[in-house]
Protein backbone atom coordinates (compact mmCIF):
# COMPACT_ATOMS: atom_id res chain seq x y z
CA UNK A 1 0.00 0.00 0.00
CA UNK A 2 2.40 2.59 -1.03
CA UNK A 3 4.07 3.89 -3.88
CA UNK A 4 7.81 4.18 -3.89
CA UNK A 5 9.06 5.05 -7.21
CA UNK A 6 8.73 8.92 -7.85
CA UNK A 7 6.91 11.54 -6.22
CA UNK A 8 4.25 14.27 -6.08
CA UNK A 9 4.83 17.51 -6.80
CA UNK A 10 2.25 20.54 -6.01
CA UNK A 11 1.19 23.23 -3.72
CA UNK A 12 0.14 22.44 -0.01
CA UNK A 13 -2.13 24.22 2.31
CA UNK A 14 -3.57 24.36 5.53
CA UNK A 15 -7.32 24.16 6.47
CA UNK A 16 -8.17 27.72 7.64
CA UNK A 17 -5.02 29.20 5.80
CA UNK A 18 -5.09 30.76 2.28
CA UNK A 19 -1.31 30.55 2.13
CA UNK A 20 -0.18 28.05 -0.23
CA UNK A 21 3.18 26.35 -0.61
CA UNK A 22 5.17 24.84 -2.58
CA UNK A 23 6.06 21.16 -2.23
CA UNK A 24 6.74 17.57 -2.85
CA UNK A 25 5.83 14.11 -1.48
CA UNK A 26 8.21 11.38 -1.74
CA UNK A 27 8.58 7.70 -0.12
CA UNK A 28 12.13 7.48 1.59
CA UNK A 29 13.45 5.15 4.56
CA UNK A 30 9.83 2.99 4.61
CA UNK A 31 8.05 6.72 5.45
CA UNK A 32 6.10 9.15 3.54
CA UNK A 33 7.62 12.53 3.65
CA UNK A 34 6.59 16.19 2.68
CA UNK A 35 9.10 18.47 2.08
CA UNK A 36 7.57 22.22 1.93
CA UNK A 37 9.15 25.58 1.37
CA UNK A 38 8.41 29.11 2.07
CA UNK A 39 9.15 32.05 3.47
CA UNK A 40 9.46 31.55 7.51
CA UNK A 41 6.81 34.77 7.81
CA UNK A 42 4.94 32.46 5.96
CA UNK A 43 5.26 29.32 8.00
CA UNK A 44 4.75 31.50 11.33
CA UNK A 45 1.40 32.67 10.33
CA UNK A 46 0.35 29.04 9.48
CA UNK A 47 1.39 28.13 12.94
CA UNK A 48 -0.38 30.60 14.42
CA UNK A 49 -3.65 30.00 12.82
CA UNK A 50 -2.94 26.06 13.89
CA UNK A 51 -2.18 26.79 17.27
CA UNK A 52 -5.82 28.84 17.34
CA UNK A 53 -7.76 26.14 15.72
CA UNK A 54 -5.98 23.43 17.42
CA UNK A 55 -7.81 26.05 21.11
CA UNK A 56 -11.21 25.60 19.89
CA UNK A 57 -11.75 22.06 18.30
CA UNK A 58 -9.24 19.76 20.87
CA UNK A 59 -10.16 17.08 18.69
CA UNK A 60 -7.40 18.11 16.71
CA UNK A 61 -4.59 17.93 19.40
CA UNK A 62 -5.30 14.51 20.14
CA UNK A 63 -5.76 12.96 16.15
CA UNK A 64 -3.84 13.60 13.43
CA UNK A 65 -3.09 17.36 11.68
CA UNK A 66 -4.28 17.97 8.10
CA UNK A 67 -2.22 19.41 4.81
CA UNK A 68 -4.13 19.69 1.72
CA UNK A 69 -2.95 19.84 -1.46
CA UNK A 70 -3.45 20.21 -5.50
CA UNK A 71 -1.21 18.06 -7.43
CA UNK A 72 0.97 19.07 -10.41
CA UNK A 73 -1.74 17.30 -12.52
CA UNK A 74 -4.60 19.35 -10.70
CA UNK A 75 -5.70 16.09 -8.14
CA UNK A 76 -7.11 16.99 -4.83
CA UNK A 77 -5.00 14.78 -2.38
CA UNK A 78 -5.33 15.28 1.77
CA UNK A 79 -2.13 13.85 3.96
CA UNK A 80 -2.64 13.71 8.03
CA UNK A 81 0.32 13.98 9.65
CA UNK A 82 1.68 13.84 13.82
CA UNK A 83 4.07 16.08 13.86
CA UNK A 84 6.90 18.00 11.59
CA UNK A 85 9.87 16.10 11.61
CA UNK A 86 12.57 19.23 11.09
CA UNK A 87 12.32 22.70 10.00
CA UNK A 88 15.34 24.65 8.55
CA UNK A 89 16.20 28.24 7.18
CA UNK A 90 18.26 27.98 4.24
CA UNK A 91 20.58 31.11 2.89
CA UNK A 92 20.78 31.89 -0.95
CA UNK A 93 22.64 34.72 -2.53
CA UNK A 94 19.11 36.74 -2.91
CA UNK A 95 16.93 35.54 -1.05
CA UNK A 96 16.35 32.95 2.19
CA UNK A 97 13.56 30.61 3.00
CA UNK A 98 12.51 28.19 4.97
CA UNK A 99 12.42 23.53 4.44
CA UNK A 100 10.02 21.76 6.89
CA UNK A 101 9.79 18.27 6.69
CA UNK A 102 6.69 16.60 7.84
CA UNK A 103 6.07 12.55 8.39
CA UNK A 104 2.87 11.86 6.54
CA UNK A 105 0.76 9.16 8.38
CA UNK A 106 -2.32 8.88 5.86
CA UNK A 107 -2.76 9.77 1.96
CA UNK A 108 -6.30 10.45 0.13
CA UNK A 109 -5.83 10.44 -3.19
CA UNK A 110 -8.47 12.76 -5.25
CA UNK A 111 -10.48 14.26 -1.91
CA UNK A 112 -9.87 17.16 0.42
CA UNK A 113 -11.17 16.59 3.77
CA UNK A 114 -10.97 20.09 5.51
CA UNK A 115 -11.29 17.85 9.40
CA UNK A 116 -10.58 14.88 11.11
CA UNK A 117 -14.40 14.25 11.62
CA UNK A 118 -15.01 14.15 7.54
CA UNK A 119 -13.68 11.32 7.63
CA UNK A 120 -16.39 8.74 7.77
CA UNK A 121 -16.30 5.71 5.30
CA UNK A 122 -19.80 4.46 4.04
CA UNK A 123 -17.81 1.22 3.38
CA UNK A 124 -14.47 0.35 2.15
CA UNK A 125 -12.58 -2.10 -0.62
CA UNK A 126 -9.73 -4.34 0.21
CA UNK A 127 -7.24 -6.02 -2.62
CA UNK A 128 -4.94 -8.52 -0.71
CA UNK A 129 -2.72 -10.06 -2.56
CA UNK A 130 -2.63 -14.32 -2.76
CA UNK A 131 -6.34 -13.76 -1.86
CA UNK A 132 -7.06 -14.02 -5.78
CA UNK A 133 -5.64 -17.75 -6.23
CA UNK A 134 -7.83 -18.72 -2.97
CA UNK A 135 -10.76 -18.28 -4.10
CA UNK A 136 -11.22 -20.75 -6.92
CA UNK A 137 -15.32 -20.58 -7.48
CA UNK A 138 -15.26 -19.53 -11.08
CA UNK A 139 -18.66 -17.84 -10.26
CA UNK A 140 -17.68 -14.80 -8.92
CA UNK A 141 -15.98 -13.64 -12.30
CA UNK A 142 -19.21 -13.31 -14.22
CA UNK A 143 -18.93 -13.28 -18.03
CA UNK A 144 -17.76 -10.73 -20.66
CA UNK A 145 -19.84 -10.63 -24.35
CA UNK A 146 -17.47 -8.92 -26.63
CA UNK A 147 -18.75 -7.69 -30.30
CA UNK A 148 -17.95 -5.55 -33.30
CA UNK A 149 -20.27 -2.40 -33.26
CA UNK A 150 -22.53 -2.86 -36.49
CA UNK A 151 -21.98 0.73 -37.85
CA UNK A 152 -18.67 1.88 -36.24
CA UNK A 153 -15.33 0.81 -36.20
CA UNK A 154 -15.13 -0.27 -32.64
CA UNK A 155 -15.94 -3.03 -30.07
CA UNK A 156 -18.77 -3.33 -27.42
CA UNK A 157 -18.28 -5.18 -24.44
CA UNK A 158 -20.78 -6.17 -22.07
CA UNK A 159 -20.05 -7.27 -18.50
CA UNK A 160 -22.42 -9.25 -16.16
CA UNK A 161 -21.02 -9.59 -13.02
CA UNK A 162 -21.09 -12.82 -11.13
CA UNK A 163 -22.55 -13.80 -7.75
CA UNK A 164 -21.28 -12.00 -4.15
CA UNK A 165 -20.68 -13.66 -1.30
CA UNK A 166 -21.89 -11.49 1.78
CA UNK A 167 -21.55 -12.18 5.31
CA UNK A 168 -22.72 -10.12 8.50
CA UNK A 169 -20.14 -10.81 11.54
CA UNK A 170 -22.81 -8.98 13.50
CA UNK A 171 -25.82 -6.41 13.04
CA UNK A 172 -22.77 -3.55 12.59
CA UNK A 173 -20.77 -4.82 10.41
CA UNK A 174 -20.56 -7.25 6.86
CA UNK A 175 -18.31 -8.37 4.90
CA UNK A 176 -18.01 -8.75 1.24
CA UNK A 177 -16.08 -11.06 -1.40
CA UNK A 178 -17.18 -9.77 -5.16
CA UNK A 179 -14.99 -9.85 -8.25
CA UNK A 180 -13.82 -6.70 -10.63
CA UNK A 181 -12.52 -7.56 -14.13
CA UNK A 182 -9.50 -5.72 -15.43
CA UNK A 183 -9.79 -5.52 -19.66
CA UNK A 184 -7.23 -4.98 -22.03
CA UNK A 185 -8.51 -4.42 -25.51
CA UNK A 186 -6.57 -5.80 -28.90
CA UNK A 187 -8.18 -5.41 -32.14
CA UNK A 188 -5.61 -7.57 -33.38
CA UNK A 189 -5.14 -10.68 -30.68
CA UNK A 190 -7.94 -11.64 -28.45
CA UNK A 191 -9.24 -9.46 -25.76
CA UNK A 192 -7.70 -10.14 -22.28
CA UNK A 193 -9.50 -10.21 -19.43
CA UNK A 194 -8.30 -11.36 -15.75
CA UNK A 195 -10.68 -10.49 -11.82
CA UNK A 196 -9.50 -8.74 -9.43
CA UNK A 197 -10.68 -10.06 -6.09
CA UNK A 198 -11.84 -7.64 -3.34
CA UNK A 199 -13.25 -7.53 0.00
CA UNK A 200 -15.94 -4.94 0.48
CA UNK A 201 -16.64 -4.36 4.45
CA UNK A 202 -18.85 -2.39 5.88
CA UNK A 203 -19.54 -0.69 9.74
CA UNK A 204 -22.74 0.91 9.89
CA UNK A 205 -22.17 2.54 13.78
CA UNK A 206 -17.99 2.98 13.59
CA UNK A 207 -17.45 4.62 10.59
CA UNK A 208 -13.79 6.30 11.60
CA UNK A 209 -10.99 5.07 9.53
CA UNK A 210 -9.17 3.50 12.61
CA UNK A 211 -11.91 1.56 12.82
CA UNK A 212 -11.68 0.42 9.11
CA UNK A 213 -8.42 -0.74 9.52
CA UNK A 214 -8.69 -2.38 12.95
CA UNK A 215 -11.67 -4.66 10.19
CA UNK A 216 -9.03 -4.76 7.49
CA UNK A 217 -6.19 -5.88 9.88
CA UNK A 218 -8.23 -8.64 11.42
CA UNK A 219 -9.65 -10.05 8.19
CA UNK A 220 -6.24 -10.04 6.93
CA UNK A 221 -4.98 -11.96 9.79
CA UNK A 222 -7.29 -14.29 9.03
CA UNK A 223 -5.70 -14.81 5.45
CA UNK A 224 -2.25 -15.19 6.76
CA UNK A 225 -3.78 -17.70 9.34
CA UNK A 226 -5.26 -20.07 6.57
CA UNK A 227 -2.84 -18.98 3.21
CA UNK A 228 0.67 -20.04 3.47
CA UNK A 229 2.18 -17.45 1.09
CA UNK A 230 2.38 -14.16 2.50
CA UNK A 231 -0.82 -11.57 2.77
CA UNK A 232 -0.24 -7.97 2.52
CA UNK A 233 -2.42 -5.03 1.64
CA UNK A 234 -1.96 -4.33 -1.98
CA UNK A 235 -4.61 -1.35 -1.99
CA UNK A 236 -7.59 0.29 0.08
CA UNK A 237 -10.55 2.35 -1.46
CA UNK A 238 -12.52 4.32 0.94
CA UNK A 239 -16.24 5.59 0.00
CA UNK A 240 -17.53 8.69 0.96
CA UNK A 241 -21.16 10.02 1.45
CA UNK A 242 -21.29 13.41 0.76
CA UNK A 243 -24.50 16.24 -0.50
CA UNK A 244 -23.61 18.24 -3.56
CA UNK A 245 -26.64 20.66 -4.40
CA UNK A 246 -28.88 18.76 -2.44
CA UNK A 247 -28.06 15.29 -3.40
CA UNK A 248 -26.23 12.40 -2.03
CA UNK A 249 -23.07 11.18 -3.77
CA UNK A 250 -20.78 8.48 -2.95
CA UNK A 251 -16.94 9.50 -3.66
CA UNK A 252 -13.93 7.48 -3.03
CA UNK A 253 -10.26 7.75 -2.19
CA UNK A 254 -7.76 5.38 -2.17
CA UNK A 255 -5.95 5.35 0.92
CA UNK A 256 -2.40 5.00 1.94
CA UNK A 257 -0.28 4.65 4.84
CA UNK A 258 2.72 2.31 5.79
CA UNK A 259 1.53 -0.84 7.94
CA UNK A 260 3.39 -2.34 10.43
CA UNK A 261 3.33 -6.01 8.37
CA UNK A 262 6.34 -6.59 6.78
CA UNK A 263 6.38 -9.29 3.65
CA UNK A 264 8.58 -11.30 5.90
CA UNK A 265 6.40 -13.88 8.22
CA UNK A 266 6.80 -16.53 10.32
CA UNK A 267 4.34 -19.36 9.71
CA UNK A 268 3.47 -22.83 10.27
CA UNK A 269 3.16 -24.64 7.20
CA UNK A 270 2.83 -27.79 8.27
CA UNK A 271 -0.01 -28.11 5.35
CA UNK A 272 0.68 -25.96 2.05
CA UNK A 273 -0.74 -23.94 0.42
CA UNK A 274 -3.96 -23.25 2.19
CA UNK A 275 -4.65 -24.61 5.50
CA UNK A 276 -8.43 -24.05 5.02
CA UNK A 277 -9.05 -24.37 1.02
CA UNK A 278 -11.76 -22.31 0.16
CA UNK A 279 -14.38 -25.32 -0.79
CA UNK A 280 -13.91 -25.96 3.45
CA UNK A 281 -14.74 -22.50 4.07
CA UNK A 282 -17.40 -21.87 1.80
CA UNK A 283 -19.32 -24.63 3.80
CA UNK A 284 -19.46 -22.63 7.16
CA UNK A 285 -18.09 -19.52 6.07
CA UNK A 286 -20.57 -17.23 8.35
CA UNK A 287 -19.83 -19.42 11.49
CA UNK A 288 -16.21 -19.33 10.76
CA UNK A 289 -15.91 -15.43 10.16
CA UNK A 290 -18.17 -14.74 13.22
CA UNK A 291 -15.80 -16.50 15.43
CA UNK A 292 -12.74 -15.00 14.17
CA UNK A 293 -13.67 -11.65 14.43
CA UNK A 294 -15.22 -12.32 18.01
CA UNK A 295 -11.69 -14.30 18.71
CA UNK A 296 -9.28 -11.43 19.99
CA UNK A 297 -12.28 -10.25 22.29
CA UNK A 298 -12.08 -13.71 23.68
CA UNK A 299 -8.60 -14.75 23.71
CA UNK A 300 -6.65 -11.11 23.84
CA UNK A 301 -3.51 -12.17 24.87
CA UNK A 302 -3.45 -15.84 22.74
CA UNK A 303 -4.27 -13.82 19.86
CA UNK A 304 -1.75 -11.23 19.82
CA UNK A 305 1.17 -13.42 20.93
CA UNK A 306 0.44 -15.62 18.08
CA UNK A 307 0.22 -12.69 15.25
CA UNK A 308 3.08 -11.35 17.00
CA UNK A 309 5.50 -13.92 16.55
CA UNK A 310 4.16 -14.25 12.69
CA UNK A 311 4.79 -10.60 11.83
CA UNK A 312 7.73 -10.39 14.40
CA UNK A 313 10.46 -12.20 12.37
CA UNK A 314 13.54 -10.35 14.13
CA UNK A 315 12.72 -11.49 18.00
CA UNK A 316 15.01 -13.88 19.78
CA UNK A 317 14.56 -17.08 19.46
CA UNK A 318 14.30 -17.37 23.37
CA UNK A 319 11.54 -14.28 23.35
CA UNK A 320 9.44 -16.45 20.96
CA UNK A 321 9.33 -19.61 22.83
CA UNK A 322 8.44 -17.56 26.05
CA UNK A 323 5.58 -15.71 24.43
CA UNK A 324 4.05 -19.15 22.68
CA UNK A 325 4.50 -20.98 25.71
CA UNK A 326 2.46 -18.25 28.09
CA UNK A 327 0.09 -18.32 25.19
CA UNK A 328 -0.61 -21.71 25.25
CA UNK A 329 -0.64 -21.68 29.31
CA UNK A 330 -3.42 -18.99 28.91
CA UNK A 331 -5.66 -20.47 26.17
CA UNK A 332 -5.41 -23.78 28.30
CA UNK A 333 -6.26 -22.43 31.71
CA UNK A 334 -8.86 -20.27 29.78
CA UNK A 335 -10.67 -23.32 28.32
CA UNK A 336 -10.08 -25.47 31.39
CA UNK A 337 -11.90 -22.72 34.14
CA UNK A 338 -14.96 -23.44 31.32
CA UNK A 339 -15.04 -26.86 31.47
CA UNK A 340 -12.52 -28.28 34.27
CA UNK A 341 -10.95 -32.06 33.34
CA UNK A 342 -11.16 -34.71 35.50
CA UNK A 343 -7.30 -34.23 36.50
CA UNK A 344 -8.13 -30.78 37.68
CA UNK A 345 -11.45 -31.68 39.28
CA UNK A 346 -9.98 -34.71 41.43
CA UNK A 347 -7.31 -32.48 42.20
CA UNK A 348 -9.42 -29.78 43.64
CA UNK A 349 -11.37 -32.36 45.65
CA UNK A 350 -8.44 -33.63 47.56
CA UNK A 351 -7.32 -29.94 48.32
CA UNK A 352 -10.97 -29.36 49.85
CA UNK A 353 -10.67 -32.89 51.61
CA UNK A 354 -7.23 -31.88 53.18
CA UNK A 355 -8.55 -28.44 54.05
CA UNK A 356 -11.41 -29.30 55.72
CA UNK A 357 -9.14 -32.36 57.77
CA UNK A 358 -7.15 -28.92 59.12
CA UNK A 359 -10.01 -27.47 60.66
CA UNK A 360 -10.33 -30.79 63.00
CA UNK A 361 -6.53 -30.76 63.73
CA UNK A 362 -5.81 -30.43 67.15
CA UNK A 363 -1.51 -30.00 67.03
CA UNK A 364 -2.01 -26.59 64.36
CA UNK A 365 -3.52 -23.12 66.11
CA UNK A 366 -6.00 -21.35 64.34
CA UNK A 367 -3.62 -19.15 62.39
CA UNK A 368 -1.37 -21.57 61.39
CA UNK A 369 -4.66 -23.81 59.53
CA UNK A 370 -5.48 -20.71 57.52
CA UNK A 371 -2.05 -20.01 56.19
CA UNK A 372 -1.77 -23.66 55.15
CA UNK A 373 -5.28 -23.75 53.53
CA UNK A 374 -4.67 -20.64 51.94
CA UNK A 375 -1.28 -22.01 50.66
CA UNK A 376 -3.17 -25.16 49.26
CA UNK A 377 -6.66 -22.97 48.17
CA UNK A 378 -3.87 -21.38 45.06
CA UNK A 379 -3.04 -24.67 43.97
CA UNK A 380 -6.29 -25.17 42.41
CA UNK A 381 -5.13 -24.79 39.05
CA UNK A 382 -2.90 -26.54 36.70
CA UNK A 383 1.02 -25.81 36.97
CA UNK A 384 2.86 -24.86 33.80
CA UNK A 385 3.75 -28.41 33.20
CA UNK A 386 0.53 -29.68 33.66
CA UNK A 387 -1.28 -27.55 31.31
CA UNK A 388 1.02 -28.41 28.75
CA UNK A 389 0.51 -32.04 29.44
CA UNK A 390 -3.48 -31.34 29.35
CA UNK A 391 -3.11 -29.73 25.96
CA UNK A 392 -1.02 -32.30 24.32
CA UNK A 393 -4.09 -34.86 25.35
CA UNK A 394 -6.62 -32.17 23.62
CA UNK A 395 -5.09 -32.93 20.34
CA UNK A 396 -3.64 -36.42 21.13
CA UNK A 397 -5.23 -37.78 17.65
CA UNK A 398 -3.46 -35.19 15.74
CA UNK A 399 0.00 -34.30 17.57
CA UNK A 400 2.16 -37.29 17.06
CA UNK A 401 1.14 -37.17 13.23
CA UNK A 402 1.74 -33.63 12.72
CA UNK A 403 5.08 -33.39 14.32
CA UNK A 404 8.04 -35.93 14.70
CA UNK A 405 9.55 -33.66 18.11
CA UNK A 406 6.68 -33.66 19.93
CA UNK A 407 6.90 -37.15 21.24
CA UNK A 408 4.78 -38.40 24.33
CA UNK A 409 2.85 -35.32 26.00
CA UNK A 410 4.98 -36.34 29.49
CA UNK A 411 8.47 -35.69 27.41
CA UNK A 412 6.81 -32.72 25.62
CA UNK A 413 5.74 -31.04 28.73
CA UNK A 414 9.10 -31.59 30.82
CA UNK A 415 10.93 -30.06 28.37
CA UNK A 416 8.93 -27.13 27.51
CA UNK A 417 9.10 -26.30 31.43
CA UNK A 418 12.66 -27.15 31.91
CA UNK A 419 13.25 -24.32 29.24
CA UNK A 420 10.70 -21.57 30.66
CA UNK A 421 12.27 -22.05 34.02
CA UNK A 422 15.84 -21.97 32.42
CA UNK A 423 14.88 -18.58 30.31
CA UNK A 424 13.10 -17.11 33.37
CA UNK A 425 15.99 -16.90 35.53
CA UNK A 426 18.47 -14.06 35.54
CA UNK A 427 21.71 -16.01 35.56
CA UNK A 428 21.46 -18.50 32.64
CA UNK A 429 23.71 -18.89 30.19
CA UNK A 430 22.77 -18.81 26.79
CA UNK A 431 26.00 -20.34 25.24
CA UNK A 432 24.41 -23.61 26.58
CA UNK A 433 20.96 -23.11 25.03
CA UNK A 434 20.11 -26.00 22.28
CA UNK A 435 18.95 -23.62 19.91
CA UNK A 436 18.32 -26.01 17.15
CA UNK A 437 16.04 -28.20 20.05
CA UNK A 438 14.42 -24.83 20.72
CA UNK A 439 13.37 -23.53 17.38
CA UNK A 440 11.39 -26.78 16.84
CA UNK A 441 9.69 -26.44 20.35
CA UNK A 442 8.31 -22.99 19.07
CA UNK A 443 7.22 -24.43 16.36
CA UNK A 444 5.75 -27.01 17.93
CA UNK A 445 4.18 -24.39 20.31
CA UNK A 446 2.77 -22.49 16.89
CA UNK A 447 1.70 -26.13 15.74
CA UNK A 448 -0.66 -25.83 18.74
CA UNK A 449 -1.91 -22.80 19.02
CA UNK A 450 -2.68 -22.97 15.30
CA UNK A 451 -5.02 -26.34 16.30
CA UNK A 452 -6.77 -24.31 19.29
CA UNK A 453 -7.37 -21.23 16.95
CA UNK A 454 -8.58 -23.97 14.38
CA UNK A 455 -11.11 -24.94 17.66
CA UNK A 456 -11.87 -21.84 18.39
CA UNK A 457 -13.58 -21.04 15.20
CA UNK A 458 -15.78 -23.59 14.72
CA UNK A 459 -13.94 -26.66 13.88
CA UNK A 460 -13.97 -30.53 15.66
CA UNK A 461 -11.26 -32.84 16.08
CA UNK A 462 -12.62 -34.96 13.25
CA UNK A 463 -12.78 -32.03 10.87
CA UNK A 464 -9.29 -31.28 11.72
CA UNK A 465 -8.36 -34.45 10.96
CA UNK A 466 -9.97 -34.13 7.75
CA UNK A 467 -8.11 -30.49 7.47
CA UNK A 468 -4.84 -32.12 7.93
CA UNK A 469 -5.51 -35.04 5.67
CA UNK A 470 -4.96 -38.09 8.52
CA UNK A 471 -8.44 -39.83 7.62
Not at 112 to 120: D, G, L, R, S, V
Not at 144 to 163: D, M, Q, V
Not at 306 to 313: A, D, L
Not at 393 to 410: A, C, Q, R, V
Request: with cysteine; hydrophobic share 35%.
Amino acid sequence: MKFNEGSVKGEWWFPNSNIHFQGELIFSDNMYILTLFGSGESFTIVDRTINQSSTINTKLEESEKIILGKTTDKKDITLLYSLPLSSRTINRDHYIFVERIFRIDYIFFEIHFKNYNEIQFEYVLIEYSNFNDWIWDSDFNGRTLAYKHESEPKYILEYYFGKNKSIMIHDKVSIEFFSYPIIEINLIDKNKISYVKYIKITSKEDRTLQNYIKLKNIFQDFLNFIISNEIQTLKMIGYIRSEVHGHSLLRKTEILYISTISSNMNKVKVISPYLINYNIFAEKSREILINWFNLRNKLPAVYDIYFGIMYNTDLYLSNQFLMLAEATAIYTETIISNNPSKGLQDKIFRINTICNKLDDCCILNVDDREWIKKILQDKKSLSFKEKMSEICENYSDLLPSLSSTIGSKDEFSLKLTKYRNRLTHGNINYDDLDYQDLFWKCKDLQLILQLCILSEIGFTIKELKSIFQLV
